[in-house]
Every structure is written in C-alpha cells, then in structure tokens.
C-alpha cells in the first residue's frame, strides 16, 4: 500500500523538506483587512513579514475547507496513493483537524484516509509529517505509521522565545499564557505548546536570557532527537544556531522559518526550539 502524507501549512515545513519527502500541504488562508491570501501560494513566509511592517491591519488566519482537503486526498488517489495519513494543527488552536476529519469521511469510498491531531503547531508537526514520509518511503501502511506518529507525539516539545504577546492576544490564542500579562514591559515571555493549547512557560527579562533559556532547557531533556530552531525573521538566529550547537554538541539542527499562519500569532523576532525526547 502506497501512504501520501499531507499536512496543512500550520506545519511551517521548509519548501526544500517538503519537496524531498513529497509532502502535500494544504494552505490556510491569511487575512490582512479585505485582503485575503493563500498561505504558501500567493503570500510567500518572506512576503508575510514585509506586509506586516508595513500594514495597519492585524493578521487573521481561517482554516482550510474540508473541499480543500477533499482535493488533495483525492490528488493523492490520482497519484496511485491508495491510503492518506493527514496531520494538522492542534485542534485546540485550529478548526484545520475539523475540516480534515469531515473531508476524509467525505471520501471514504475512494481513498483510505486517517486524521492525526498533532496537538502542536508550528515545525513540530512538521517534523511528525517529516518522520512520516520517510515510513512511507520504506513501504510501511496506513496503520504502522499512524501508530508511530501518534507514539512520537508526546514526546515532542515546542519552546517560544516571544518578544511581545500582542499578537497571541489579538489572535485569541493565548491560553493559559495569560498569566504572563501585566509584565509586557519587563519581561521577554517563554511559552510553550503543551496538551493542544499555548501555555505559559517562563519569563525573562531580556532577550538574552530568554534565548540561553531555550538552550538550558533543551539541555534538560537530555539524549533528543529531530532537534529544530524555528525564528520568525529573527536577526540573530545564526547566533543562536552557533551558541545552541556549541552548547549541546548536536550539529544535526533543522532551520525553519515561522509562516503566516504561526507567526500571525507568535509575532516577528519569536524564536524557537523544536526537539523530541528519546524515551
């Protein structure tokens, strides 16, 4: 049996990895004011953060349509794909698992598809998606690789560095990341996405030490595993590159850039750790 893997841009995976796992992304929609584009098709991550600096409007995102996602597991048929594992955005921050779930009901009578909650965001899920395809690859089912992908899930960990909570706040993403209001001023916020939801992890009182801060705590978890930066047109993320490779001795680090649909609610300058525990 032959699996597609698809995910939505939620994933925030690099172009490069996506073409080299043959990945099928299903866009989000962006809004600024009355305009609306497709993430990845008509608004590149680079032209996003251009339009942020210079638009007065907030960005909004919108799940994809469960006919969105009808259309690519349906592409995958097309392509001699006869099963489709489908991994979205947490559920608790996306109406995306929704519309996967209904499209896979939708055609069930064509093509075998499963819907995964990643219960994550951003390269976290784009790392499952990436784990995945490279099962796929060897020829593993439907089954095999759902039943690793859901077994990866809770020991995947996502870290935020934020320079501001405005636009969690603005978004209504927050979370339980509320207790960190009140310090805006003072603090540089540490979140992380924990059981499907955005939650308050630490604060800090400078850039600086919020970043050595993601370091020390990738550091805690000892042996890991799928070890990513993500940045969101972060200045200083080769630093950090250079300081987290230095700290941990891990040379093998994915780099990948927050898009549209993450960095709508992140804000610019986030940065990001992505890893995966080994037991």
């Known amino acids: 049996m032959s699996v597609k893997i698809v995910l939505d841009s939620g994933g925030d995976t690099p172009p490069e990895l996506a073409r080299k796992y043959n990945l099928a992304i299903v866009p989000l929609k962006i809004r600024f004011g009355s305009e609306e584009f497709i993430?990845?098709?008509?608004?590149?991550?680079?032209?996003?953060?251009?339009?942020?600096?210079?638009?007065?409007?907030?960005p909004q995102t919108a799940a994809p349509s469960s006919g969105d996602f009808q259309s690519s597991f349906l592409e995958a048929k097309q392509a001699g794909h006869d099963q489709v594992i489908c991994i979205t955005l947490s559920s608790e921050l996306s109406a995306t698992y929704q519309?996967?779930?209904?499209?896979?009901?939708?055609?069930?009578?064509?093509?075998?598809?499963?819907?995964?909650?990643?219960?994550l965001a951003t390269f976290a899920m784009g790392t499952l998606a990436i784990n995945a395809a490279i099962e796929a690859e060897k020829g593993a089912d439907l089954k095999t690789i759902a039943t690793l992908i859901k077994s990866q899930i809770p020991r995947m960990h996502a870290f935020g560095a934020l320079d501001t909570l405005?636009?969690?706040?603005?978004?209504?993403?927050?979370?339980?990341?509320?207790?960190?209001?009140?310090?805006?001023?003072?603090?540089?916020?540490?979140?992380?996405?924990?059981?499907?939801?955005?939650?308050?992890?630490?604060?800090?009182?400078?850039?600086?030490?919020?970043?050595?801060?993601?370091?020390?705590?990738?550091?805690?978890?000892?042996?890991?595993?799928?070890?990513?930066?993500?940045?969101?047109?972060?200045?200083?993320?080769?630093?950090?590159?250079?300081?987290?490779?230095?700290?941990?001795?891990?040379?093998?680090?994915?780099?990948?850039?927050?898009?549209?649909?993450?960095?709508?609610?992140?804000?610019?300058?986030?940065?990001?750790v992505i890893l995966r525990t080994l037991d």
């Not at 969101?232 to 993320?237: E, H, L, R, S």
């Not at 990948?256 to 609610?265: F, L, N, R, T, W």
């Open 99 to 119: 519309s996967a779930t209904l499209a896979a009901r939708e055609v069930a009578n064509e093509i075998e598809a499963e819907v995964i909650d990643s219960r």
């Open 39 to 58: 993430d990845t098709v008509n608004l590149t991550t680079d032209q996003f953060w251009q339009k942020c600096q210079e638009s007065e409007d907030f």
């Open 166 to 272: 405005d636009n969690l706040r603005k978004g209504g993403r927050i979370g339980t990341a509320q207790a960190l209001f009140g310090s805006l001023l003072s603090f540089k916020p540490i979140i992380n996405v924990a059981n499907g939801t955005i939650e308050a992890e630490s604060k800090q009182r400078t850039r600086s030490k919020a970043l050595a801060y993601l370091i020390e705590k990738t550091q805690s978890f000892g042996s890991v595993t799928d070890l990513a930066i993500i940045h969101a047109n972060a200045p200083d993320v080769d630093d950090f590159v250079d300081r987290i490779k230095s700290q941990t001795g891990i040379d093998q680090i994915t780099i990948a850039k927050i898009g549209p649909v993450i960095g709508s609610h992140a804000g610019p300058r986030t940065m990001g």
